[in-house]
């Protein structure tokens, strides 16, 4: 289990016959939505100069209003090996295919915020996240909290490995930004 894979958990939330509970609610606009996660698409078109390649893309959730039935493409970006260029290179690519995504959303963690405002400018949706990881040690079960990407010291007496058990405290935000101060 990773951060990544806690973090989709708590953003969905899924009730007991997986209905989605949790912020995605509010970043879909709606309740009446349905999700697939790690989807495969293929796009063929203009891409990087090649006419008629085929663009592989696997959004981490695609969230579907059942209303209105516009998709949105959603990457949520974890705190480890952060590289904000990889990142804008793998959302163009949902952006790209419009007719599958018309909408794309990146979650990004709260200690990046600063590059929030480039998504930004290139059009894109941002939100971030943080989060509280809960760590157990694997001599005497004693958790440990920590919002560091890095594993604590044991703060026991045991000579064993940590071992990560999950997140609390999460909590997901809106990328606030003046549209008029970006036009120009």
Known sequence: MTIHDELVRKLIEPDK???????IIKIAGSSN????LEELYYWRGHYQQVMNAYVEMCPDIVVTNLASGKRTAIELEGDTNWDFAESLRQ????????KTFQDVV??????????????AKQGFRVYS????????CLGCGKMLEGESKAKPKPSCSCKTELEFEGVKDVEFSQFEYAIDKMVG
Request: proline share 2%; charged share 25%; hydrophobic share 40%.
């Open 17 to 23: 016959w997986g209905k989605a509970t949790g912020y």
């Open 33 to 36: 939505i349905d999700y697939a």
């Open 91 to 98: 959302i163009r690519k949902y952006r790209m295919n419009s």
């Open 106 to 119: 990146v979650i990004i963690p709260k200690r990046y915020e600063r590059f929030a405002i480039l998504y």
């Open 129 to 136: 996240w943080k989060a509280t990881r809960i760590w157990q």
